[in-house]
Every structure is written in structure tokens, then in C-alpha cells.
């Protein structure tokens, strides 16, 4: 069993800088994959960035190569999202997700928990 809690969102402008947290409880978690997905107001949930067990691997959506950084402290329990060069359509609820038996997949049905969702958004 793997329990997630997303933090660091917020309000910021375009241009600007934001660390999302996702702290996971469970003794799974340092095999697990983690997924970072995003939903914005009226549309589907969609994947943002994904990382292995090890940290060695990570996967982006091509909307957020080159500003978004996906991370992990193992020693933590802890995975990051540091989002850089905000732009508003950047603006979703974003939730991270567990995959305690893969790589880190871009879909969503491997990944088992999830977390409540933390709110971002990038004003104009």
C-alpha cells in the first residue's frame, strides 16, 4: 500500500518557477515508478513526466521538455516536479502516481495510487 500527498502548488506568473512534492508513505516506494499526470478545467487527465525506481530513467511529455525536471530522494519517500519557464496553459491540477510493478509508464492505467492533486496556476 502506497499513500501519496502532492505539495508546492500554487499561484505564479508566466515565466515564473514552481517545486511540486509528492511524499509517499509505504515501503514500496523506492521500487516503484512515479508518474507526475495533469488535468486541466474541462479536459482529460494527461501524463506530465515519469521517473524509475532508481532515478536513473525519466520520461517527459513533449509539452514541457526543457522546463520541467522530474526527481526522486528515495531516502525520502519523496518525488519532485520542478517546473520551470511557467506558461498559463501550464494551469491544471497536477497529481502524482505510483507504479509499483513498472518503469514508468506514460499511460495511466499501470500506476496503482494516486495522490489528491495539487492546484497550479500560471497567470498571464
Known amino acids: 500500500q502506497v499513500q501519496l500527498v502532492e505539495s508546492g502548488g500554487g499561484l505564479v506568473q508566466a515565466g515564473g518557477s514552481l517545486r511540486l512534492s509528492c511524499a509517499a508513505s509505504?515501503?514500496?516506494?523506492?521500487?516503484?515508478?512515479m508518474g507526475w499526470f495533469r488535468q486541466a478545467p474541462g479536459k482529460e487527465r494527461t501524463f506530465v513526466a515519469a521517473i524509475n525506481w532508481s532515478g536513473r530513467n525519466t520520461n517527459y511529455a513533449d509539452s514541457v521538455k526543457g522546463r520541467f525536471t522530474v526527481s526522486r530522494d528515495n531516502a525520502k519517500n519523496t518525488v519532485y516536479l520542478q517546473m520551470n519557464s511557467l506558461k498559463p496553459e501550464d494551469t491544471a491540477v497536477y497529481y502524482c502516481?505510483?507504479?509499483?510493478?513498472?518503469?514508468?509508464?506514460?499511460?495511466?492505467?499501470?500506476?496503482?495510487?494516486w495522490g489528491q492533486g495539487t492546484q497550479v496556476t500560471v497567470s498571464s
Open positions: 509505504g515501503r514500496t516506494f523506492s521500487s516503484a515508478a
Open positions: 502516481a505510483a507504479d509499483t510493478d513498472g518503469y514508468g509508464s506514460t499511460r495511466q492505467a499501470p500506476y496503482e495510487y
